[in-house]
């Protein structure tokens, strides 16, 4: 397709991007970390650590996993962390030594952790203490044989620690078994050294997890280049609006989300910014309070989030004078938010266009420009094609299947050389799933989805695994599974269920999801019904599903 969106970039952005000066993650930290050394890098809990801090203590990770645990390039370290201070220096530190990270979502249960370490066959798990209870029941059916355990109150400063351990001393009776676990502050007490590890522009980073329209755990390899080449395309965007070294950047999104990963981790770490990590964006007073404290440059959110603090009247009392702009991703930022965030914020909410598979950015639109719906333009050094199911390119203004080829696009998928082949097309374009069109000046727009999956809170959620799950339940024949538009979640999740025991209520089905399923993947509401439609090859018609009220 011709490049017809190049007309429409701002003057300051090059059609295409040179290569980095950096190859790997490891040399983009070690130059901020030295560059803006006594720069506040993360607060949280009214803890900061300056970069320099971060890079001696992700530096004392390293050395821990290199010299006492054995951690070498290429071997897997799983991270189950929120947004606490620990989080980056034990990312940091696992890539220095050249360790593949996998995130690991803390909300998971027993279930889908299990299935996620036993795909990546991680060996080494970094988990905050009060995710144990759904590790311990599946431990012994993974590879793992190195847990290393953080506490909340790790890495903040002494009076913070006396709080927060007073605090956990009244609300959990746990205590952490020594033999069985290493603990994280004693990780980073080692004095060791660690070799310079080399590491290629080609060496995979990330086996970052998303869904599969069969329920099954599907790894995204992410290689450096990949991650290096997203934060360079993101930095041309940009580069007009943002200053080194004295932005402030709200982070509510988790970090083990690739969009919060890539944008609010490593570019705003890279220029050199100071990061809010909110580990419990759901405890709004305290979110608001901290926002209060500071005069923020940046926050990036998914709709939800944009909501929930527009619902706050001490939100809507802060000074916005600082704010240079807002960014939602994750999931479509409704038309009616937008105008309510620019009516409190004085800002136009900026929304992009990503996927896991593409680290994740692809479109955004010019930044400061007014909410118009779209997902943008495609970034600098990105093709985009819009593609017809007989794999022909479609004209301007047609819907079809969104294709993109570009630095920032993975490798292939973990262990699944099938479904690698599927998603690329003979020319090499990415198969996104999504169908969009294109209009006459180059601006994207997300029409529908080709798959079945549902945007639940800027999660990917996939029918078939809900269903499977649901399915074991005693006295459910079949079920199907269905999203519904959410004017707060995107979507929800809608189960209809066929029972051969009037006694099942929703609420038994609902509890049994709360033991099995992540927050997100959970059912807002269980229907009833007689049969589920399908096909004549037995296959559910969910076009039919939503039709039922």
Known sequence: MKKIWLDSYPDHVPSEFSDSEFNSIPDIFKNASKKYSDLVAFNNLNSN????????????????????????????????????????????????IGAIVINVNPLFKSREIK???????????????????????????TNIKRVIVSQPFDLLNLPMRIIVRSVLFFKTKRTINKKNYILFKDVIRSTGKYPNISISKNDIALLQYTGGTTGKSKAAVLTHHNLVSNMSQLQLWVDNILSEGKEIIITALPLYHIFSLTVNLLFFYKIGSKNILIANPRDLKTFVKTLSKHKFTVITAVNTLFNLLLTSSKFRNIEFKSLKFSVGGGMAVLKSTAKKWKTITGCD???????????????????????????????????????????????????GELCIKGPQVMKEYWNKDSETKDSFSSDGFFKTGDIAKIDQRGYLYIVDRKK?????????VYPNEIEDYVSSYQGIIECGVVGKPDINRGESIILYVVRDNEKISESDILEYCRKGLTIYKQPKKVFFISEIPKNNVGKILRRKLREID
């Open 349 to 399: 909410i900026t929304q992009g266009y990503g996927l896991t598979e593409t680290s994740p950015i692809v479109t955004v639109n010019p930044v400061k420009s007014s909410f118009n719906g779209s997902i943008g333009l495609p970034l600098p050094s990105t093709e985009i094609s819009i593609r017809d199911e007989d794999d022909i390119e479609l004209p301007i203004g047609e819907s």
């Open 49 to 96: 650590l300056s970069f320099k801090e971060t890079a001696l203590l992700a530096d004392k990770f390293s050395s821990y996993l290199y010299n006492d645990l054995g951690i070498r390039k290429g071997d897997k370290v799983a991270v189950m962390l929120p947004n606490l201070l620990t989080y980056p220096v034990t990312f940091f530190g696992s890539l220095n």
């Open 452 to 460: 079945d999956m549902i945007l639940s809170s800027g999660f990917n």
């Open 115 to 141: 299935s996620q370490l036993s795909d990546c066959g991680a060996e080494t798990i970094v988990i905050l203490d009060k995710f144990l209870d759904q590790l311990e029941p599946i431990l012994a059916e």
